[in-house]
């Protein structure tokens, strides 16, 4: 077997697999909810998610926990509240994986 083949099989599954992840997190209609508002408030605090989604604040850290840990949100500590902003580069990312 061709060494050079297998080194270069395995980045690529555990990037179709963290693919997959992703797109199971995108594939949420609660991320969806998040994602649309990002969309028109592309800098948006907690407690503007909590308000625009109308989502439980539970539900709503937990879903932002996961958006941000899957890298689909960029999180900066603001003194108020954490901002929240889509990570474009991570979308591009896994759309043309996808493709």
Not at 52 to 70: F, G, I, S, V
Not at 77 to 97: C, I, M
């Amino acid at each position: 077997m061709n060494t050079s083949m297998k080194s270069r099989f395995f980045p690529d599954g555990e990037k179709v697999t963290n693919a997959i992840k992703i797109l199971e997190v995108l594939c949420h209609p609660d991320t969806a909810a998040v994602l649309g508002c990002l969309k028109v408030w592309p800098e948006s605090t907690w407690v503007d998610l909590l308000i625009h989604t109308k989502m439980d604040a539970d539900l709503l850290h937990d879903r932002l926990e996961l958006m941000h840990h899957a890298g689909l949100i960029h999180k900066r500590k603001d003194s108020y509240s954490p901002v929240f902003s889509v990570s474009q580069s991570k979308l591009k990312k896994v759309s043309a994986l996808v493709r």
